[in-house]
């Protein structure tokens, strides 16, 4: 049988989490930030270009950092899709818009703004 050696810093978490246990200490837990993404608009604004309008809210207790968010808009040629990543701090219960344009591949595609769609959200 093999004999290990644990020095004080091996024992050092064990020891504090039993503490925590006798004296009857909670430890809360870290809270993780959460929201929604909704679409507002989406409208062509030149040929060639497409604006979309995207809404943040955090619906969690804790502040917004870090907004990533993946959409996609349909042509009658192709699909796109856009990452965007905000860095806009949002307070619990406040909203944020964003207002991201994406360049077509060609002016004389026609943009389907029925189509728009919130693919992925991430907040931290």
């Known amino acids: 049988m093999e004999t290990r050696r644990v020095g ?7 020891m ?5 246990v006798t ?4 430890v809360e837990p ?9 679409l507002k608009d989406t409208a062509v604004s030149t040929l060639g270009t497409c604006q979309v309008v995207l809404e943040v809210h955090n619906t969690g207790d804790v502040a917004i950092e870090e907004t990533d968010v993946v959409f996609s808009i349909t042509t009658d040629s192709r699909r ?12 619990p219960g406040e ?3 964003i207002v ?6 060609s002016p004389d595609e026609i943009v389907d703004t029925e189509s728009t769609t919130v693919e992925w ?3 931290s």
């Open 23 to 26: 004296l009857g200490c909670e």
């Open 30 to 38: 870290e809270q993780t930030p959460a929201g929604t993404v909704s």
């Open 16 to 20: 504090v989490v039993a503490a925590a």
């Open 80 to 91: 796109y899709y856009r990452r965007v990543v905000d860095g806009a701090e949002i307070p």
């Open 121 to 123: 959200e991430c907040f």
């Open 95 to 97: 909203r944020v818009g």
């Open 100 to 105: 991201e344009e994406i360049t077509l591949d």
């Open 8 to 14: 004080i810093r091996g024992l050092l978490p064990a």
